[in-house]
């Protein structure tokens, strides 16, 4: 048999079912793997290996009293949560010094549809603080590395979770996207990422959802665990703001290996951002991608940009102010990093008036978008500008709102889709010489996840399976 880090999700879970595997086996394989490699990886900011053993012990009780017919779909599958998101009794730190010592009152509405559908978690992944930049370094632990060469960035701000994906230390995780955050670590972790639909994905109970760019969705080696971990996330509660139309099928899962038909495929490759210049190796891969997909019978047309430059310091200044909703004490305002508390006194300096005329911008940007991807089944672009960046490139520089320009011409292209609350993913179509992995983004109608789903699945059919069974030197 392979190592249980080998089997993907699904198969961890059909292991369960026929007895083949146990969850304490499988809970107890990747805590090893976490005790051994996460002190050079920097995946996890907190282990829950006493919890996790109680949860697989009480899903093997389960199993042997249970019809295999009546149990949750994920059972005995571990799944990390992000440090963004609340675990009862778990501390959540938000990446940030500053909360240190808080412990999650409750559960997000989230978490415990996960627990629901048979998940085990290992622990809480990394992520920057208060989930703001697109790089995993704080003053928590050591800054978070892609397995594929860590002397690299794992991106961010699901930072961790990309990371324990990729170097086989959980099979899947939950991670959170307000301006590319799962889409920018499954780029440079080489691995398949949804940013669901806006409101496909509840935040309740207490994280509010407002302007609607932010929401969980999965990280995974391949579509199939990305679809049935979305299956499981997918909810909604009184209150939300957003809701997204149920799949036409019934369930994400059903468009996995399901035949897209032939599609009409937009793409651009010229970013919003001014200055941000796209590195040559992503320029192959968007070619690559693009090569892929007319070989599978798809027309590929060139489009405009549907979002300009002018849009920019209207999102600047929404990011500003969501910088300043965690609340900080005073006297634990110098724990900040300084790109935070750069962020945060913007942000408090802009009024409501110009929040909410930047928001009403971009909602007529939107609009006018729209028109133009609603003709398309799905708009192909990079991901992000560049190969994965050595870590601390983003702050070698002098002074914070460097940092701040280095982010945006790095990841200019996811955050348009967390503007126009459509679905996007990330596939890991393609490796540099040496080596490094270089994702190409899909963005589909909203609501329409299932078409990006199925033509995943197709184009990672064609390439070989699980995008060649590519593995990272840590495997």
């Given at each position: ?199 496909r994905i509840s935040s309740a109970p207490i994280m509010p959802d407002l302007a609607g ?67 040559p190796d992503v320029l192959a891969a968007y070619e690559s991608a693009s090569a892929v ?168 059919a064609s390439v070989g399976g699980f995008w060649g069974d590519r593995r990272p030197p840590?495997?």
């Open positions: 048999m392979a190592h249980i880090h080998d089997l993907t999700a699904l198969e961890q879970a059909a292991a369960v079912r026929t007895g083949e595997l146990s969850p304490v086996q499988i809970t107890e394989h990747y805590l090893e793997r976490i005790e051994r490699l996460n002190p050079r990886l920097g995946a996890f900011v907190t282990v829950t290996a006493d919890r996790a053993l109680v949860q697989a012990r009480e899903q093997e009780a389960r199993l042997a009293a249970g019809d295999a017919e009546d149990l949750p779909p994920l059972l005995g599958v571990p799944i990390p949560i992000k440090d963004l998101n609340f675990v009862k009794d778990v501390p959540v730190h938000f990446g940030s010094a500053a909360y240190e010592g808080f412990v999650a009152p409750a559960d997000d509405s989230m978490v415990e549809r996960l627990r629901d559908a048979g998940t085990i978690m290992l622990g809480k992944t990394s992520t920057p603080e208060f989930g703001m930049p697109c790089y995993t370094e704080t003053y928590l632990h050591e800054p978070t590395r892609t397995p594929w060469d860590t002397t690299r960035s794992a991106g961010g701000s699901s930072g961790g979770a990309g990371a324990a994906v990729a170097a086989g230390l959980a099979p899947a995780a939950q991670g959170s996207d307000g301006a590319g955050s799962i889409r920018i670590p499954a780029s440079v972790c080489g691995l398949y990422g949804i940013k669901p639909s806006r409101g760019l932010s929401t969980s969705g999965p990280l995974a080696r391949n579509v199939a665990d990305a679809a049935a971990l979305l299956d499981a996330m997918a909810h909604n509660n009184p209150g939300d703001l957003y809701h997204a139309p149920a799949p036409a099928l019934g369930s994400f899962s059903a468009y996995a290996g399901r035949d897209p038909g032939r599609l009409r495929i937009a793409r651009f490759a010229t970013p919003a951002v001014p200055g941000a210049e796209v590195h997909l007319e070989s599978l019978g798809h027309e590929v047309e060139e489009i405009a940009p549907p979002f300009g430059p002018d849009v920019v310091p209207e999102f600047v200044k929404m990011w500003f102010s969501f910088s300043c909703m965690h609340p900080v004490a005073e006297e634990l305002e110098p724990k900040l990093r300084p790109l935070t508390a750069w962020l945060r006194e913007r942000g408090h300096a802009i009024s409501a008036p110009e929040f909410l005329q930047a928001q009403s911008t971009l909602q007529l940007a939107t609009r006018f978008a729209l028109l133009v991807t609603d003709a398309y089944d799905a708009v192909l672009s990079p991901t992000v500008t560049q190969p994965p960046v050595p870590v601390g490139w983003f702050e070698d520089v002098e002074s914070p709102e460097e940092t701040f320009e280095r982010m945006m011409r790095f990841a200019p292209f996811a955050a348009i889709y967390n503007v126009s609350g459509q679905p996007a993913v990330n596939l890991p179509l393609y490796w540099t010489p040496d080596g490094l992995p270089i994702g190409v983004m899909l963005a589909g109608r909203y609501g329409d996840e299932g078409t990006l789903i199925s033509l995943s699945s197709q184009v990672e840590v495997w």
